[in-house]
């Protein structure tokens, strides 16, 4: 997570790479959402500001995408599908090995902020399942004991 007094000028810079037009928004919280992994509400309040729009359109916007969150996310997402062919193959077993090891359920980050432990219905990679998925990277046909020694590597 970023220090409070280093946010604004991170977020001025952020802004200065964008033209002040109101379509400019989305890129402006997805270069917000990379840099920071969530979007601070304070940052939204700068957008809104420097757009010259209402607060509300840029949290309509911020909370419309997945791919956006208010809530701080790990450097790292950890996605375990629980799709049927996952589920079948033993995916609560490593989705619980995940929980064990990162001392977090689904939807929390850890205290130091490297990991986000979230779960999916399915990735589409169901002849590799069960599939786990950090980063951009999807590993697939994981055991309890393969997650742990994967996250013990990262």
């Known amino acids: 997570m970023v220090p409070a007094e280093s946010q604004g000028a991170e977020v001025a810079g952020i802004l200065e790479r964008h033209p002040r037009r109101p379509g400019e928004l989305l890129a402006i919280l997805l270069d917000l959402q990379e840099s920071y992994h969530y979007l ?19 949290y309509s916007v911020a909370t419309f995408y ?10 790292r997402v950890i996605r375990t599908c629980l799709g049927t062919a996952c589920h079948l193959r ?10 064990e090891v990162l001392g977090i359920k689904p ?19 169901c002849a590799l399942a069960p599939v786990v998925v950090i980063g951009d990277d999807t590993y697939g046909q994981m055991t309890p004991d393969k997650v742990e020694k994967l996250l013990r590597e990262l």
């Open 40 to 58: 601070p509400r304070a940052a939204l309040k700068e957008v809104a500001q420097y757009l010259a729009v209402p607060e509300s359109r840029v």
């Open 66 to 75: 997945k791919a956006l969150t208010l809530k701080p996310r790990g450097e």
């Open 90 to 99: 033993g995916s609560p077993a490593v989705l619980e090995r995940l929980e």
């Open 107 to 125: 939807g929390e980050t850890t205290p130091d902020g490297r990991f986000t432990l979230e779960t999916v219905n399915c990735l589409g990679a």
